[in-house]
């Protein structure tokens, strides 16, 4: 059995990821409260960023998701073609 390799990340790399979400988060929330407008401009603003955020979220998921599906789907036929070649060599 072949041993497969888990790609991790560094803890600077998921420290420096998750500070970039917090701090535009923050530069996003301060911008709306901050602009010249109504509160239903701003009301609308914040509701638009939220709606941003989450699709961005959903839409890198699905990506990773579909990314680590299709290498099982390759494992699984590498692993039913290594099993035919064993038994036509027998």
Request: net charge positive; proline share 0%.
């Given at each position: 059995m072949e041993n497969y390799d888990?790609?991790?990340?560094s803890a600077g790399w998921l420290l420096f990821v998750k500070?970039?979400?917090?701090?535009s988060l923050a530069a996003m929330l301060a911008?709306?409260?901050?602009?010249p407008g109504?509160?239903?401009l701003k009301g609308y603003m914040g509701l638009n960023s939220l709606f941003i955020v989450s699709?961005?979220?959903m839409v890198s998921k699905?990506?990773?998701?579909e990314h680590e599906g299709s290498k099982m789907l390759n494992r699984i036929n590498e692993a039913?073609?290594?099993?035919?070649?064993q038994e036509y060599t027998e």
């Open positions: 888990t790609q991790t990340n500070l970039s979400f917090l701090i911008a709306i409260i901050f602009m109504d509160l239903m699709s961005t979220i699905t990506m990773r998701d039913k073609t290594n099993k035919i070649i």
